[in-house]
């Protein structure tokens, strides 16, 4: 058979039978490793750990195969150190941008700055991650022209190289829970120290409940990372700014129900505002006074 492939393809005997070597390990190893993916994914029934199942199986069949493949086509060579010095010399050169992606998907695999479920934002892509593969990892992308953190249904392609260049900001890595604030400004006239029992309230009946789990969090993340972190409960901070008095909500909450939570916690203060008459939501106004005695009143409109 190897004389026959020889002949047909008019290479000498050798190199003929490493050619139908490579095939043949090419094919019976693709062969097994679906047989392998599929009978061991049968049994998994939770999609996270199919998913890392999977690109475990297909890393291992990978390196079988190379290593298989250098055995063949390496096999008698007297320098091969010195043919893989000089070729690793001209792919340094020539794939530059694919070794970089390379040398960050070991990264990304060693140091673990983020895994597939993670929401990110590296570079000027937020989104959550989805893939993570040789050259590249990718992500749903949120934000953008969508308002809040929601998606915006683009998978967005990011090279490894970026992991090592660019600051990566992750919301579930150490510490799952991240603050919020929703600003409310009322006018100065308003009764700002019972506004601030009300907000603080509805902070609390909208997101109390999420103090207990981020503090069991703390103190899992600070066996790995100096997290300090001061008071976890909703708070209400007090401000005033030109137009009436800031109150802000400040709580916890999951990355990806922040603008379902602040919906929530409107839609509570703007029935709660309602039903105070001695509370009232200031805005942007324009005043005009009379210097004529006869009108000492002043008129408002809104600006």
């Avoid at 199986?57 to 298989?68: D, K």
């Avoid at 008095?245 to 839609?267: A, C, F, S």
């Amino acid at each position: 058979m190897i004389t026959e492939v020889a002949e047909i393809l008019n290479l000498s005997e050798p190199m003929a039978e490493k050619l139908v070597y490579t095939l043949s390990a090419v094919v019976v190893l693709f062969l097994v490793k679906m047989l392998t993916t599929k009978v061991v994914c049968r049994k998994v029934d939770d999609d996270k750990r199919r998913y890392h199942v999977r690109k475990t199986i297909t890393y291992g069949y990978t390196f079988v195969l190379v290593a298989m493949l250098a055995s063949i086509w390496f096999k008698g060579m007297a320098s091969l150190g010195t043919f893989l010095g000089l070729a690793s010399a001209g792919l340094a050169v020539a794939l530059h941008d694919a070794i970089a992606n390379m040398a960050g998907f070991f990264f990304i695999e060693a140091r673990k700055p983020f895994r597939v479920g993670d929401r990110i934002e590296i570079g000027d892509v937020q989104g959550d991650v989805i893939d993570i593969r040789l050259f590249q990892f990718s992500i749903v992308e949120v934000g953008n022209w969508v308002d809040a953190d929601q998606s915006t249904g683009r998978i967005v392609h990011v090279p490894n190289s970026l992991a090592l260049r660019e600051p990566c900001h992750n919301s579930h890595i150490g510490f799952e829970y991240i603050w919020n604030e929703v600003p409310v400004l009322i006018t100065f006239e308003s009764d700002w120290k019972h506004a601030k029992e009300i907000l603080l309230r509805i902070g609390k009946e909208n997101a109390e409940h999420l103090s207990s789990k981020a503090q069991e969090q703390i103190r899992r993340a600070a066996r790995k990372y100096l997290i300090v972190a001061g008071k976890l409960t909703p708070t209400v901070y007090t401000s005033v700014k030109d137009s009436g008095v800031l109150l802000t909500i400040r709580y916890l909450v999951d990355p990806r129900q922040r603008r379902g939570t602040e919906q929530k916690i409107w839609e509570d203060i703007l029935d709660a505002f309602a039903a105070e008459p001695r509370i009232d939501l200031a805005y942007p106004t324009t005043r005009f006074y009379s210097l004529n005695e006869t009108r000492p009143a002043a008129t408002e409109t809104q600006a």
